[in-house]
């Protein structure tokens, strides 16, 4: 990824942020203001809640806008957060495109602009410092690897994607995609958008259920979050199937509630995606503003798959935190 290693990107991102001095609370605390997408997964409420906490471990002031899964929300969020002098800004963009000019009014005021758990498109990646993210092609492939492996490369798959035009959704394809084309038996037969929520996942599976000869034209299906196929999980029962085994369910970002399913027999992997995506951010600026010296360009966080063998544990673990 060039936009990652662009040492043009990076010198202008020093030259706009060398020698700021933050502009504190009036307790001295750090001011960061946060432009949440919304809450429309229980991984996005994980990520609030986590932000949250991080936030109080580090003495950071946190200022929170739900944008309602409204770009145009965090647009102005961020105008907001501009005008009041905050010491930096973080983004969860809902869609990957359209930043340009609000960032660029960041910019403009010395504000640092880090991202979490999505990316943007820009040609100009002096507009922010950092991003904090998955690796989001990683977790298609991964999920595609597992599948291919689990059913000898041979598989009629049914595609829940996530919100259009998000970059998770882009890139989660693009992985999954990539394992497809290289097992001939494998075929993505209906794919569409379930807006990453767990309602939606269910009437768009339920559509797909009835499109396929009331389900038995389905090997599995591929959710780009695990609301999504809680959602599915849903739909299948109702049309009489078996979740988990008649239709196999793989999805991503290893919330509580599909452990819950994979110890149940009706979900078989995930692969999880942290909600922790603000401590590494509030280090990286707490680093810069001590030092002055800019982290990366990406922060990666890790990615790993769970099956049914660990999802009790794994539950219990987990439930208290999401």
């Not at 990539?178 to 599976?205: C, H, L, W, Y």
């Not at 959710?223 to 199937?241: P, R, S």
């Not at 692969?271 to 002055?292: F, H, Q, S």
Request: with cysteine; aromatic share 6%; glycine share 8%.
């Amino acid at each position: 990824m060039t936009w990652l290693k662009s040492a043009v990107a990076a010198t202008a991102v020093v030259a706009l942020f060398a020698g700021v001095a933050p502009a504190q609370a009036a307790d001295g605390k750090l001011v960061v203001g946060f432009s949440q997408i919304g809450s429309e997964s229980g991984w996005r409420a994980a990520e609030t809640k986590t932000a949250k906490a991080e936030a109080d471990k580090r003495g950071i002031d946190l200022k929170i806008s739900d944008a309602q899964q409204k770009q145009e929300n965090q647009i102005k969020a961020v105008r907001s957060f501009v005008a009041q002098g905050v010491d930096a800004i973080f983004i969860a963009p809902v869609v990957a495109t359209g930043w340009d000019s609000v960032l660029k009014e960041a910019k403009e005021a010395k504000i640092p602009v880090v991202l979490l758990d999505r990316q943007i498109d820009t040609k100009d990646n002096s507009l922010y410092m950092t991003a904090v993210t998955s690796d989001t092609v990683h977790e298609g492939r991964v999920a595609g690897e597992w599948l291919a492996k689990k059913t000898s490369g041979k598989c009629a798959v049914v595609e829940l994607q996530g919100t259009v035009g998000s970059s998770p959704a882009i890139n989660r394809k693009k992985g999954f995609d990539e394992i497809v084309a290289k097992n001939p038996g494998m075929k993505i037969v209906r794919t569409q958008s379930g807006d990453f929520t767990r309602a939606k996942g269910k009437e768009v599976m339920e559509s797909f259920i009835k499109a396929e000869n009331g389900g038995k034209g389905i090997c599995a299906v591929y959710a780009h979050n695990d609301d999504m196929a809680v959602g599915a999980i849903q739909a299948i029962k109702e049309a009489g199937l078996k979740p988990g085994s008649d239709i196999l369910v793989v999805s991503i970002d290893g919330v509580p509630d599909i452990f819950k399913a994979m110890a149940e027999g009706t979900a078989n992997a995930t692969v999880e995606l942290t909600p922790n995506m603000a401590g590494p951010a509030y280090d990286a600026l707490i680093a810069y503003k001590k030092t002055g010296t800019l982290p990366a360009k990406w922060i990666q966080t890790e990615s790993a798959l769970f099956t049914p063998e660990t999802a009790k544990a794994e539950y219990e673990r987990r439930k208290d935190a999401y």
